[in-house]
């Protein structure tokens, strides 16, 4: 089911904790770590993490829940972004009670790459660090991706 006709590309999951992206077939949960989803929004406070505990996180969230948690990359963390919204940048009616908050991105390990990328959806700035990303903050918002069924032969 739609959660609203400016929000078709959404799907919620029957409990109303997750949300299938159609536009980029990925699974996000709807509240950022820390808070909880009680059938009408995001509850509690968000968690503020360095980022080797917020890859922690997503590993202990993917063993728990038997589901390939992970954090997203910086272009998945991107496509939420609402374009030409002012104010709070992400679909609130369908990420309900996003902390204005820096938001991390997985650690990519790659020599001359940026480490990792922060998102703040209360203003779309983006901010990148290539070491010492242990002494920065942020909250996390887990993601992944869909599983398709294999194709009967």
Not at 28 to 50: D, I, K, P, S
Request: hydrophobic share 40%.
């Amino acid at each position: 089911m739609p959660i609203t006709a400016s929000a078709q590309r959404y799907q919620l999951s029957p409990e109303g904790a997750e949300v299938t992206d159609a536009q980029t077939g990925l699974i996000w949960r709807r509240c950022a770590e820390g808070m909880a989803w009680n059938g009408q929004t995001c509850t509690g406070t968000a968690l503020n993490l360095v980022h080797s505990s917020a890859e922690a996180l997503a590993k202990r969230e993917a063993a728990r829940d038997k589901k390939a948690w992970r954090l997203p990359t910086f272009k998945e963390l991107q496509s939420l972004q609402v374009p030409g919204q002012f104010g709070q940048l992400i679909d609130a009616s369908v990420f309900p009670a996003t902390p204005e908050r820096w938001f991390w991105s997985v650690f990519i390990d790659q020599p001359g790459v940026v480490d990792a990328f922060n998102l703040y959806f209360g203003s779309a700035e983006v901010a990148g660090y290539a070491d010492g990303r242990d002494n920065l903050y942020g909250a996390v918002r887990l993601v992944r991706n869909v599983q398709r069924r294999a194709a009967k032969k």
